[in-house]
């Protein structure tokens, strides 16, 4: 934690392995990473491993936002707009525009018309690959296209959404699990936050990963095998509990557009367009935090550039 980290040529569990062979012990590391990175221990490279310590251990803490996550969407609408800008809801992005090497804008589809937004810059949280599509790769240098084929692989997730007239677990979590073939987390926003069920409901949410994240990934399957795994760590859920939600991610729909330390860079081959999102997050973080982060890289690198008054 204090000096040199392993390298990115072994996994997570094989360096662990020459410390310990207990494998209640590699659960528990299984299930951190699981949970807070949506990887298996088997699959991440060592070193990544311990750039998400470090981290972690500096990290403020876990919460849920008062009034759920479309709260914050809406908070950052309303400062985007205070700003003078405006946010478009339900348009589809059609294409980047691209003009000798450099992005000019964008055209997206309102209703049935489609407008083109000139732009000096392009920031893109469609991830790596659909930005490319969006832009046309023959925009873009070979090794980006061979870094991006060689690097970009998106995770599969399953996430259930449990009501109950009860607790069913004590505490709002996150709770770790260890030793469940598939279900890795669970947390109780209802705990913290109560306004987020009607009165009198309470809400319990798992995350479970497939043992491979590479391989094929059968939704219904998967979706069984964690409602198995939640009736014997919640003893109550049969009676007094109703699934609300049974959410599948993968392919082009996935947890996380890429593994952790298989990230893409921000800053792209294509003058003024810029990657955010949990595809491209910096070494070590993941998921919200990491997109958070990549979006702040990007919003200094824009400043920087392009001064105001420029």
């Known amino acids: 934690m204090k000096w040199q980290e392993p ?24 299930s951190l ?10 699959e991440q490279p060592a070193g990544s491993f311990v750039r998400f310590l470090k981290w972690s251990s500096q990290a403020r803490g876990f919460g849920h936002p008062p009034g759920g996550f479309l709260a914050l969407m809406e908070s950052l609408a309303g ?5 003078g800008g405006d946010v478009w809801t339900g348009c589809a992005a059609r294409k980047i525009l691209v003009d000798r090497w450099t992005a000019r804008g964008i055209v997206v589809a309102q209703g049935r018309e489609e407008i083109a937004v000139e732009a000096n810059v392009v920031v893109s949280d469609a991830g790596p690959g659909p930005t490319v599509d969006l832009a046309g790769r023959e925009n873009f240098d070979k090794s980006y296209l061979v870094q991006l084929q060689e690097s970009v692989r998106p995770i599969p997730l399953v996430w259930i959404s449990i009501s109950s007239d009860r607790p069913l677990m004590e505490g709002a979590g996150p709770f770790f699990v260890t030793g469940a073939p598939r279900v890795n987390a669970l947390y109780s926003p209802t705990a913290i936050c109560p306004e987020v069920a009607p009165p009198g409901k309470h809400l319990v949410q ?4 497939p043992p491979s994240s590479s391989a094929p990934f059968n939704a219904r399957e998967e979706i069984a095998l964690n409602l198995q795994d ?3 760590i919640l003893p109550g859920l049969d009676r007094h509990g109703e699934v609300l939600l049974a959410q599948t991610f993968s392919g082009g729909w ?31 973080m993941s998921g919200s935090a990491g997109s958070a982060q990549s979006a702040r890289l990007v919003v200094a690198d824009i400043k920087k550039r392009f001064p105001r008054g420029s």
């Open 79 to 83: 400062v985007i707009k205070a700003k």
């Open 7 to 30: 390298a990115d040529t072994i996994t997570a569990r094989d360096w662990l392995a020459q410390f310990t062979r207990d494998e209640r012990i590699l659960g528990i590391f299984q």
């Open 206 to 209: 798992s995350g479970g990963a």
């Open 230 to 232: 939640l009736k014997e």
């Open 33 to 42: 990473t699981a949970a807070m990175q949506t990887i298996n221990l088997h």
């Open 254 to 284: 996935p947890a996380c557009r890429t593994w952790p330390g298989y990230e893409m860079p921000v800053m792209t081959p294509v003058e003024n367009l810029y990657n955010v999102g949990d595809g491209v997050c910096p070494p070590g």
